[in-house]
């Protein structure tokens, strides 16, 4: 018998293998450097979640107060498709909770930031990461288990505070934040947590289902559709459409920023401009290097984070830079209720592109876009989604339809304002009751000043003050704290900050009725042309009959809501004004007044003193003002006598003092 070296047969197995008589198996492929997914996942028939926390090291400055210092993390969020449906353009909302500010996230962008790019501040309500440059993660079944388009992995780079060293700071909770589905169950474990979101069965859409190529349209109180209509190798031209679609939404001097991806700059523009051209960004960075006999002199904008406003109406018909439909009304998006061609704005611009995407159909539309007005509702804004090609009449008039080369739209969505974060405040008084109860302290925000007491509630103050700027009213107040018998803090409080603020005052309580009298006061340099204000009412059965001075009618959407504007030639809140001594005496508001009858028809015990008869939501152009924290109280000197007056006379001596008060 032949006796044959190991080293041999070592030499046979390797020829064997060459040649496939020796069959391998070979592992699943999870694509690239990406690692295999965890065990957790092969339990989840839908979107496996994780949040994995990777680290953090302590950093500058160092300070003693546990909460003061700061923590640089890592950490890496996974998205995976476990399921038979492919998930489109996927959103993963991280509670985060300890003041945290991301300064990276590769493989995602930060939905809701301000525009500007990092660091973003996370750390207080969480925040939802969608998808770039992958959004779509599609199926094992349709890519043959392919994980590199089945998973996405984020890496979360930023800075916490307020946690011991020996703690290990997760978030709250992390969940898909894509419609229609659930996560139920989320696992801790450490510095890991998952979970496995499956589809709602009881989640019904909106709308009819139409079957789309991309996703269908998303609805939203402000959308803006990114239409490409034209495409060449090295630029193409881009349509923006913004529609205002919220019955009380408005923007006034818009202004529109978004993050280019991919080195893209605007070459050119006609609906709007840029606030700032300037080609230095483009000469010295890498469209110069690629671009080296292209003339930026003439170039629209280079920054990667543009700022884009409408014309003037005076640049309408101009041959370069106007003659577009629904363009150059100086910035007004108003709502449909209001003015339906107002409702709507374009622009276009030519967008020129850097390698490696020098072909026709190499197009990234720009992410993080945000859009924010003069005093107007803030808008959250989600990411491009890609949806099938806008359609658009014929340009030469024949009876037929033209189609965008490609369409990418985002949904914005009007955001409550947060605590001392408003743009306009309310301020509450009654005939019942002694004083006013005046917008709260630091509503529309705080000034860096320690001579005055952030936290500290507003001061009661006699109806006069109403009309004095915040600086001029401390006297006022003192002075009635005195008669009030009330004691004064030793550092009063701080102003509430409102360019406009809107007195609610009960004028009269009878039998069969009440009426109201609300003033709106500007203390902005500048008018409101066009204005609108809306209060919301607490009870649906309140009647309204009329509304003196103002439009006013009662909206059926959204509900209980009474919509005032100006009447024609009255539509036009002035600024505020020197007085005949400035020298000596403070500056004049502008203001508009106006009374509101209402019925006790469907609720005749409505009690009127006890706050019923104060609006649950006041809204200036759209935006939420913040409400007062308490009523006025009944004091000893107003009795209820005056519920005895008949509603004529009342209304008769209302009007004596508008009058008065307006001249």
Not at 55 to 65: A, F, I, S, W
Not at 169 to 174: E, H, L, N
Request: proline share 8%; glycine share 6%.
């Amino acid at each position: 018998m032949i006796r044959i070296p190991w080293n041999m047969w070592i030499l046979i197995a390797l020829a064997l293998l060459s040649h496939g008589i020796i069959g391998v198996c070979n592992a699943q492929d999870y694509g690239g450097d990406q690692p295999a997914p965890p065990k957790e996942a092969q339990t989840c028939n839908g979107i496996f979640i994780s949040y994995n926390f990777q680290g953090r090291e302590k950093t500058y400055p160092l300070v003693k107060n546990v909460t003061a210092q700061a923590w640089s993390f890592r950490a890496l969020a996974t998205v995976l498709n476990t399921g038979a449906t492919e998930l489109k353009s996927w959103k993963l909302f991280i509670g985060f909770q300890h003041n945290e500010l991301l300064v990276g996230a590769d493989g995602a962008v930060v939905m809701g930031g301000d525009g500007d790019g990092f660091p973003i501040h996370v750390g207080k309500n969480g925040t939802v990461l969608a998808g770039y440059p992958q959004a779509d993660l599609k199926t094992a079944i349709d890519t043959a288990g392919d994980f590199t388009q089945m998973q996405v992995q984020v890496a979360l780079k930023g800075t916490q505070f307020g946690v011991s060293a020996k703690a290990t700071p997760m978030p709250k909770s992390i969940k898909l934040a894509n419609d229609g589905y659930m996560c139920p169950k989320l696992t801790t474990k450490g510095g890991y947590m998952h979970s496995c979101c499956v589809k709602n069965p009881k989640y019904k859409a909106k709308d009819k289902i139409i079957k789309t190529k991309f996703l269908q349209r998303q609805p939203g109180d402000l959308t803006i559709t990114y239409d490409v209509v034209q495409a060449y190798e090295a630029s193409y031209h881009a349509q923006i459409t913004m529609d205002n679609n919220h019955p009380l939404g408005r923007l006034d001097q818009w202004n529109l920023t978004f993050q280019w991806m991919r080195n893209e700059f605007i070459y050119s523009m006609r609906g709007a401009y840029t606030h700032i051209k300037d080609p230095a960004e483009c000469i010295y960075g890498p469209q110069g290097a690629f671009y080296k006999d292209l003339d930026f002199s003439n170039v629209a904008n280079c920054q990667k984070y543009p700022v884009i406003s409408d014309l003037p109406s005076e640049k309408e018909n101009d041959d370069k830079v106007g003659k577009l439909p629904f363009c150059c009304k100086n910035g007004i998006l108003m709502p449909k209720t209001m003015n339906e061609t107002k409702a709507r704005a374009i622009f276009k611009m030519e967008v020129y592109k850097l390698p490696p995407d020098m072909n026709r159909t190499a197009i990234t539309p720009p992410q993080n876009w945000r859009i924010q007005g003069r005093l107007n509702p803030t808008y959250r804004c989600g990411p491009p989604i890609r949806v099938d090609p806008t359609e658009f009449p014929d340009p030469t008039g024949l009876p037929s339809i033209a189609s965008a080369i490609a369409s990418w739209q985002i949904s914005c969505n009007i955001t409550s304002p947060k605590p001392k974060e408003a743009k306009c405040c309310v301020s509450y008084s009654a005939f019942y009751a002694d004083g006013v109860v005046p917008c709260n302290t630091c509503a529309c925000g705080c000034d860096d000043d320690t001579r005055c007491d952030a936290n500290a509630a507003a001061l009661a103050l006699p109806s006069n003050a109403l009309l004095v700027p915040f600086e001029n009213r401390t006297n006022l107040a003192k002075a009635f704290a005195h008669i009030q018998h009330k004691k004064l803090p030793k550092k009063l409080p701080c102003p509430d900050n409102c360019g406009v603020s809107i007195n609610w005052h009960i004028d009269s309580d009878y039998r069969t009725g009440w009426t109201a009298r609300v003033t709106i006061f500007n203390w902005e340099p500048e008018p409101f042309v066009d204005w609108f204000s809306a209060v919301r009412m607490k009870k649906p059965q309140i009647g309204l009959e009329k509304v003196y001075t103002f439009n006013g009618t009662k909206m059926t959407d959204p509900i209980n809501t009474i919509f005032m504007q100006g009447k024609p030639g009255e539509n036009y809140l002035m600024q505020e004004t020197n007085s005949s001594k400035p020298l000596v005496e403070p500056k004049i508001p502008g203001k508009q007044q106006s009374v509101i009858q209402f019925t006790k028809k469907r609720i005749p015990h409505l009690n009127v003193v006890a706050g019923e008869g104060f609006p649950a939501k006041v809204f200036f152009n759209g935006e939420e003002c913040a409400l007062p924290k308490e009523f006025p109280k009944q004091s000893h000197a107003h009795q209820p006598s005056a519920g005895l007056i008949p509603a004529m006379l009342v209304l008769a001596l209302t009007f004596l003092l508008m009058t008065d008060r307006l001249n």
